[in-house]
Nanobody, 124 residues
Framework: EVQLVESGGGSVQAGGSLRLSCVIS????????VGWFRQTPGKEREGVAS????????AYADSVKGRFTISQDYAKNTVYLQMNSLKPEDTAMYYC??????????????????WGQGTQVTVS
């Protein structure tokens, strides 16, 4: 069983920063893809950033490139999403997810079987 717990969400003003954390536990391999996704009511879930834990390669959605950074603390089984220069359109529920990683980091939600409960980010 794989468990993911997100934290770090909150309310900030436009231009501000937040850092989200995703702690992963359970039966996972040493080479996973961990992705951050976001969703607002009535919209499809959007892949924001992904990291391959075995090697650290990353991928980002165009909408967040240059503003968001995904990173990991391998020893703590934790993946972070540093979000800078936040905009109101970044407001969403943010989820982390994990899957096996055959071909590198990925932003397609259907390829991730394990998900956390989400943390809300509100930018005003």
């Amino acid at each position: 069983e794989v468990q993911l717990v997100e934290s770090g969400g909150g309310s900030v003003q436009a231009g501000g920063s937040l850092r989200l954390s995703c702690v992963i536990s359970g039966d996972t391999s040493k080479d996973n893809c961990v992705g951050w996704f976001r969703q607002t009511p009535g919209k499809e879930r959007e892949g924001v950033a992904s990291i391959r834990t075995g090697g650290g390669t990353t991928a980002y959605a165009d909408s967040v490139k240059g503003r968001f950074t995904i990173s990991q603390d391998y020893a703590k089984n934790t993946v972070y999403l540093q979000m800078n220069s936040l905009k109101p359109e970044d407001t969403a529920m943010y989820y982390c997810a994990v899957s096996l990683c055959w071909f590198g980091p990925k932003l397609v939600d259907l390829e991730y079987p394990y998900w956390g409960q989400g943390t809300q980010v509100t930018v005003s």
